[in-house]
C-alpha cells in the first residue's frame, strides 16, 4: 500500500514560486500515475496537474498551464509540483494522489491513497 506524504507549502506573495514534493513510501510507487489536487475553504477538490508513471506523460488544468511544472524522481520515490507566479486565488491545501486506472482523469474519484496534504498561502 502506497503511503503519500506532501510538503513544501507555505506562505508565499502573489507572484512567488513554491516547490511541492509528494513522497511515497509502501509500495511501488513507480507503477503509478501521480496527481496534484488542491481545495480551497468551502470548495471541491479540483485538478491541478498529473504524471504518468514514467514522468514521459503530463497534464495541466487550464489555469495552471504555463506557470506550473510536474516532474518525478522514480529512485526517490517522489514527485514534485513547481508552482510559479502564484496567484492569491490558488490559496488552499495541496494533495497528491495515485492514479487508480488507466488513462487520464481530472476527477478526484479516480485517485487514492491520499497524502495529508500542505497548506499553500498566497497573499495579494
Known amino acids: 500500500q502506497v503511503q503519500l506524504v506532501e510538503s513544501g507549502g507555505g506562505l508565499v506573495q502573489a507572484g512567488g514560486s513554491l516547490r511541492l514534493s509528494c513522497a511515497a513510501s509502501?509500495?511501488?510507487?513507480?507503477?503509478?500515475?501521480v496527481g496534484w489536487f488542491r481545495q480551497a475553504p468551502g470548495k471541491e477538490r479540483e485538478f491541478v496537474a498529473s504524471?504518468?508513471?514514467?514522468?514521459?506523460?503530463?497534464y495541466y488544468s487550464d489555469s495552471v498551464r504555463g506557470r506550473f511544472t510536474i516532474s518525478r524522481d522514480n529512485a526517490k520515490n517522489t514527485v514534485y509540483l513547481q508552482m510559479n507566479s502564484l496567484k492569491p486565488d490558488e490559496t488552499g491545501v495541496y494533495y497528491c494522489?495515485?492514479?487508480?486506472?488507466?488513462?487520464?482523469?481530472?476527477?478526484?474519484?479516480?485517485?487514492?491513497?491520499w497524502g495529508q496534504g500542505t497548506q499553500v498561502s498566497v497573499s495579494s
Open positions: 509502501g509500495g511501488t510507487f513507480s507503477y503509478y500515475a
Open positions: 494522489a495515485v492514479r487508480t486506472g488507466v488513462g487520464y482523469t481530472a476527477r478526484a474519484a479516480g485517485y487514492a491513497n
Open positions: 504524471i504518468s508513471w514514467s514522468g514521459g506523460t503530463t
